[in-house]
């Protein structure tokens, strides 16, 4: 390619000559960013495709720009754009160095460099142009191959990573115009935003997704996306249909426990391929496992996982649905709501807590070295049986770890149970979503 070529698509990224859509805001992210952006390190963002991470990026950009930073000195380009025609690291410096002739950036140029799984080798290019101070450097991608074993090595005390997940249920809200600026918002809104709970649960919480009218359309290749670019082109697997068996499996099974034996049986596949193909599907962020609770470390390495995906749109666009699964997806959504907030809290950990009656707590949640939590999730407390199980669980968990502080999220039913000496709080699904936003 031709420098002035490559200047050329560089324009339609930039904001030189225009101003760019940026969508709708995500302030935590930006702040976030912003704290990161004032160390002396190269930021990594990652998380699953389609999730913002794009966005976010021009947002920061435009933020810069809007506390006096000359556009000139930021250069962003997406490195899946179809009309680059070459790759490579001598590619990534040939994209470099048209940005300098051709823009002049009078500052140590801030590099937004978007989709960089898509550059082999691009580890060592980032290293040097670190180590000489010849730019800031943010990168994204959509698979862990940015935060890899050859990352880690390479850039070892040089990088700090944030991950961007699918909107939040507040941030759903905004995508969706209902503003939210005080907790009299709540008494005023309550009806549009438990329908919106349910387009949540329903078709998920990807931005685009939320943003148009062809949802499961969108889901469905986002799928295609996720199994062709990032998992089988990059570990060149052979047996497409296995992979795409285990990943319907998963996105039909969700919160459900899981051994790779079990879905070696199920799905008559070696255990091998079970365990490297959920592998890549966790490197792909679209799913996550969740360990038992045990003091013992070897229990929990040996114990199932459940299984929660990264969007419950997808599991309902791609798995295989069934009768009353509300419970499951509330789940779900509890679990992501979860996992978000540990990515701001590194001393917290996520486990589902069980005993050798099979009474279940669905999350147990360690901050430092203490047990601060338990959450079930129980959509339909009408049902007393249900619910008295559900809170016999929660009773013996609570006895066994030693916890006071527990609550039961539930589809409408809101109030208080008490359990010996603790009290246990029943809170609907919409506004304990909220309560971890701030609201």
């Known amino acids: 390619m031709t420098k002035h070529e490559i200047i050329q698509i560089l324009d339609d990224w930039n904001f030189w000559n225009r101003d760019q859509k940026t969508g709708v805001s995500r302030p935590i992210y930006i702040s976030r960013l912003e704290s990161l952006f004032s160390s002396n390190q190269v930021i990594t963002i990652t998380g699953p495709r389609r999730a913002g991470k794009s966005f976010v990026m021009r947002q920061m950009a435009k ?67 670190h180590e000489l101070s010849k730019a800031k450097i943010i ?115 969700i919160s459900a426990l899981s051994t790779f034996k079990s879905i070696e049986r199920s799905l008559d596949m070696s255990i091998t391929s079970v365990k490297s193909y959920t592998g890549y599907l966790e490197q792909a962020y679209l799913l996550f496992p969740l360990k038992r609770f045990s003091f013992k470390v070897k229990e929990q390495e040996k114990s ?78 009408q049902d007393e049986k249900t619910k008295n199980r559900e809170l016999r669980s929660l009773r013996k968990a609570m006895e066994e770890l030693n916890v006071t502080n527990a609550a039961v999220i539930t589809g409408e039913i809101e109030g208080e149970e008490k359990l010996h000496d603790n009290t246990v709080k029943l809170i609907p699904l919409w506004k304990w979503l909220l309560a971890e936003e701030g609201l």
């Not at 950990?349 to 050798?356: A, R």
């Open 63 to 129: 933020q810069l720009i809007n506390k006096g930073h000359n556009p000139k000195d930021i250069m962003h380009v997406n490195l899946e754009d179809p009309r680059f025609t070459e790759s490579g690291v001598l590619f990534l410096e040939k994209i470099f160095e048209t940005y300098r002739e051709y823009i002049s950036p009078q500052n140590t140029p801030i590099l937004f460099l978007d989709k960089i799984q898509e550059i082999e080798g691009f580890e060592k290019w980032v290293r040097m142009m």
């Open 139 to 253: 990168i994204s991608g959509s698979n862990a191959r940015i935060l890899s074993r050859e990352l880690g090595t390479l850039l070892t005390g040089r990088h700090l990573d944030m991950e961007v997940f699918p909107l939040s249920f507040r941030e759903f809200l905004s995508f969706n115009n209902i503003a939210l600026t005080d907790k009299m918002d709540l008494i005023g809104k309550e009806s549009e935003i438990k329908g919106a709970l349910r387009k949540y649960i329903e078709y998920g919480s990807f931005p685009e997704v939320a943003l148009s009218e062809q949802k499961k359309e969108i889901l469905l290749s986002y799928f295609e996306d996720v199994i062709t670019k990032d998992l089988l082109r990059r570990f060149n697997i052979k047996k497409t249909q296995d992979l795409r068996a285990i990943a319907k499996h998963y996105l039909s099974n």
């Open 304 to 381: 199932p996982r459940k299984i929660y995906a990264i969007d419950t749109g997808l599991c309902n666009a791609v798995g295989f649905r069934f009768s009353e699964n509300d419970g499951r997806l509330a789940e779900n959504v509890v679990f992501v709501a979860l996992k978000r907030k540990q990515n701001l809290n590194p001393d917290m950990e996520l486990f589902y807590w069980k005993d050798v009656h099979h009474r279940e707590v669905d999350f147990v949640i360690k901050d430092g070295l203490k047990v601060t939590n338990l959450i079930q999730v129980c959509w339909n407390v």
